[in-house]
C-alpha cells in the first residue's frame, strides 16, 4: 500500500518533484482506496497548494513551520522523550527494526522522522500498518491541532494519516498536549527556551490507558512484523 508513503512524501521539504508527481499521485490514492471519500477530497485539495504557489513560497512556509517551531516537529520521539537519553536509544531501536526489515536510511535523517517512518509502515501488511500508525495516533492529532491553529495545508495529510490508524485519537490527551503548546509561530527567544522545556508528552504515563503513544509499543508493532517475516 502505497498511500501512507505518498502522504508522507507530502510532509518532506517542498521540491520541484512535488509539484511534478502530484497528478500521479491523486491517481495512486484513488486506485488503492485507503482513505474515504471525505479524506481523499481533503488530500487532494491539500496537494493542490504545490500546483498553485511558488517553490520558495512553499519552501518558506516549510520551515516557518517545522524548523522553526518545535511543537511541530516531525520527528516523533521528540514528543515523547525530547531530548533525552531515551531518545538516543529509542532511535537506534528503531534503527534496528528497520534494518531487521531490510530497510536501510540512504539520507542524513533520524529513524523518527515522521515521512521515514510512514515509509516503513508502508510496507507491511494493511492490518499490522493500521495497528503501527494507531501507536502515533495522539502525536498526529495534536499536530493536527497545532497546524489547524497555523491555518496550514498541511493539518489534512496528518488527518488522512489518522484515518489509516487502527486507534482513535484519546480527544482530552490532545486537548491536554494543545492547551500546553498551539503551535503558534516563536520569537527566536521563545524558540530557545521551548527547546530547553520538557515534551509535550509525559514520558512517565504514556501507556494506553491514557491514549498517549508509546515508544516501545510503537516498536513492538514492528518486531512482531519482523518476527513473522523472518
Not at 511534478?20 to 482506496?33: G, N, P
Request: hydrophobic residues 35%; proline residues 4%; negative net charge.
Amino acid at each position: 500500500m502505497r498511500t501512507l508513503k505518498i502522504l508522507g512524501f507530502f510532509l518532506t521539504y517542498p521540491e520541484q518533484e512535488h509539484i511534478q508527481v502530484v497528478d500521479e499521485c491523486a491517481a495512486i490514492l484513488r486506485s488503492e482506496k485507503w482513505l474515504s471519500d471525505k479524506g481523499l477530497e481533503k488530500v487532494l485539495h491539500a496537494a493542490r497548494h504545490f500546483k498553485e504557489h511558488s517553490l520558495l513560497d512553499l519552501q518558506e512556509d516549510y520551515v516557518a513551520l517545522f524548523d522553526r517551531t518545535p511543537s511541530l516537529s516531525l520527528h516523533l520521539f521528540e514528543h515523547v522523550h525530547g531530548d533525552s537519553r531515551d531518545r538516543g536509544q529509542a532511535l537506534v531501536d528503531l534503527l534496528q527494526v528497520y534494518e531487521d526489515a531490510k530497510l536501510f536510511i540512504d539520507r542524513e535523517e533520524m529513524p523518527d522522522y515522521l515521512p521515514l517512518f510512514t515509509e516503513y509502515v508502508a510496507t507491511l501488511p494493511h492490518k499490522q500498518a493500521s495497528e503501527t500508525m494507531g501507536s502515533v495516533v495522539n502525536i498526529l492529532s495534536s499536530l493536527v491541532g497545532r497546524l489547524r491553529n497555523r491555518e496550514s495545508f498541511y493539518a489534512d495529510f496528518l488527518d488522512a494519516m489518522i484515518e489509516t490508524a487502527a486507534r482513535s485519537p484519546d480527544p482530552k490527551a490532545v486537548e491536554e498536549y494543545l492547551s500546553k503548546s498551539s503551535g503558534k509561530a516563536l520569537s527566536h527567544a521563545e524558540m530557545d527556551r521551548q527547546w530547553e522545556e520538557p515534551p509535550t508528552f509525559d514520558n512517565t504515563n504514556i501507556g494506553q490507558d491514557s491514549g498517549c503513544p508509546k515508544a516501545e509499543e510503537m516498536l513492538a508493532h514492528m518486531r512482531d512484523y519482523t518476527q513473522e517475516r523472518q
